[in-house]
């Protein structure tokens, strides 16, 4: 069974188009498959469209309604846990995903790999949205060490077993490819047709790009550094607290060997507070594994705990 979760929001002028290409697809294919709509707060007619789609094909067509707009990373998590399917494909509603791709993202999967990205090599969009794109995804690469093109890609193909162990929330959802490689799966690419927007307007801003470099160092911290925190902030304590002592020796310098007054001099100052910030960021590592041992302890303490029947 293939599931289709589709996150909505204000798509109207495309749902009726966009179902009729997905059903030219699928239903030559002889396979089961179901399609879930997360409309994501939208304030148009989304909804009333999406209900006349359903009564037209209930057996294929299931969909959720958000409250209000709380972005792409929890549309697609309620999407993930309503699915039913052994591989789900997620997908844009705004008609630039071309589903004539499905075949080839359920080959890939087939394959052996566990989550396979599109890759819009040849992008329809405004000069500065691909040039940025191209730089997202070049720091994206450089920092988390997977070798994809296009991380942001919404159009992407997984076996069940990896969404179900994703914890998506604020806008993480551009960095699956890497939450998933981290724990041990096959992620692959493959090129895909990328069509021009036809209605609508881009729902992303600039400060999606702001936002996009606190969550990559949220995924850098979470894949990397999870069990070892001390090992992430370890080293900015012990830059800190080098500088400090260097400042500091080189003031005992000056006032025991040359007899220089040194409690007026701005470095004295700047190399107390760099020594304590040091001492400061070490302890916070130290407080973060002692952390990370006591859930992993309880952890192994809960698995070890024999069951009883009645």
């Known amino acids: 069974m293939i599931s ?18 997905i059903n030219k697809v699928l239903l030559p294919m002889k396979i089961d498959f179901e399609i879930i709509f997360v409309n ?7 909804e009333a469209i999406i209900d006349r789609l359903k009564q037209k094909s209930p057996q294929h067509i299931k969909s959720i309604r958000l409250r209000r707009n709380f972005g792409k990373a929890t549309a697609l998590s309620a999407g993930f846990n309503m699915a039913k399917g052994k591989v789900i494909i997620t997908m844009d509603g705004d008609l630039q995903d071309d589903p004539k791709e ?24 405004s000069l ?30 997984y076996r069940a077993e990896t969404v179900h162990r994703l914890a998506l929330y604020g806008e993480l959802h551009r960095y699956i490819p890497a939450l998933i490689a981290a724990q041990g799966y096959q992620v692959g690419e493959i090129l895909v047709n990328h069509r021009k927007r036809r209605y609508g307007k881009s729902k992303y801003g600039a400060l999606r ?31 800190f607290f080098l500088s400090g002592l260097a ?11 040359l007899n220089q007054t040194i409690g007026n001099r701005p470095l004295l100052l700047l190399s107390v507070m760099s020594m304590i910030m040091g001492v400061q960021i070490g302890i916070t590592g130290l407080v973060g594994e002692q952390i990370t041992a006591s859930i992993e302890s309880l952890k192994k303490h809960d698995h070890q705990q024999p069951t009883q029947t009645h």
């Open 128 to 157: 500065i949205k691909n040039t940025s794109s191209k730089l997202f995804n070049l720091v994206t690469r450089k920092a988390t060490g997977i070798n994809l093109h296009d991380f942001n890609c919404g159009f992407k193909a």
């Open 209 to 239: 790009f702001i936002y996009g470099f606190f969550d990559l160092l949220t995924v850098i911290f979470i894949t990397k550094y999870r069990l070892r925190p001390l090992h992430m902030i370890g080293p900015i304590g012990l830059i």
């Open 40 to 46: 994501d707060g939208s304030t148009d007619n989304s």
């Open 4 to 21: 289709l979760v589709i996150p909505i929001f204000n798509e109207a002028l495309s749902l009726k188009q966009l179902i009729a290409e």
């Open 102 to 125: 499905i075949p080839h993202f359920i080959k890939k999967i087939e394959s052996g790999f566990d989550l396979v990205s599109g890759w819009k090599q040849h992008r329809r969009d």
């Open 247 to 257: 400042g500091a020796t080189y003031l005992t310098y000056e006032k025991l060997i």
